[in-house]
């Protein structure tokens, strides 16, 4: 009898292990992929003219991260770090530092950790990705003596990322987040309940971290990055996400201190604003952008 328990025990914390990887793991797009899905919503000719060199930035731990810099004919000292979203790459920064460099930003894009040429890891959905942004905010002050103006900018995860990165209170005038969400817990029980299956599935999850990567879902939680940080953010959220809900963006605009601003664009899924609207979503950053560096200067 106590075999059969054992075994048992051991069974279920083998699915919670397989249900975390499964989780943290996921197919990763490669470039030719991405850059595909770009070039076929609007004109990425710009990539190639202002790419202006590719570097490495060790993030938390000493993990490397292939990093970018897309430079702006204007020369001010604006910087923007750009996150993409997870199974991406840097490619899919590029729909938003096309207006970035319009608006006389260079533009620091970045492979998130086991994503794009990184060496292959595990996602914790803004825990570790967050330090990562905060080395990599660190790395552009020291890098580029020009700089006068950061900011950081990032997409589903790369919002999350984006959030998290608050926490460690990095030196940057602004932050904007799109499409991001509070928690990730929140986004798997909807998913669940969607595809119909039980609710405990995520729970076991939850153990499989903890277990396998020594992480729970409560280090997931963009949103508690919001209660100290008075660094102005802007949130914006396609009306139309079923993938990660707009009430996400409100949850974490009603946390934050400090300015902040939150635009829902009509007729916007996931992760697609700066296509489906693209001079609303320039108008946007520009008014946004403006209006805080008025308020720094």
Known sequence: MLYALIAIA?????????????????RRQTFEESMEWQKERYDTSFYTSSLSGDYLVEGDGGYRLNVQLLRTWKNDGRYVIITHGITDNRFGALKYARFY???????????????????KT?????DKEGRDLAKIVEDTRKRYPDLKTLGIHGESLGAATTIMCLKYRPEVDFAVA??????????????VRYM??????????????MIRYRCSFKDMRPIDALTDSTVPVMFIHGEDDELITPSNSQ???????????IHFIKGAAHAVSAVVAPEEYLQLLESFTERVLTEKD
Do not use: W
């Open 10 to 26: 051991a069974l279920f914390l083998g699915i919670c292990v397989f249900l975390a990887s499964f989780l943290t793991n996921g």
């Open 101 to 119: 460099l319009d608006l006389g930003f260079n533009c620091v894009i970045y492979d998130l950790r086991g994503h794009g040429a990184n060496e």
């Open 122 to 126: 595990y996602t914790t959905y803004g």
């Open 178 to 191: 799109d499409c991001g969400y509070s928690d990730i817990e929140n986004v798997l029980r909807k998913g």
């Open 196 to 209: 119909k299956l039980p609710g405990f599935l995520v729970d076991m999850q939850n153990i499989g971290l």
């Open 251 to 261: 949850d974490m605009f009603d946390a934050a201190k400090g300015y902040k601003e």
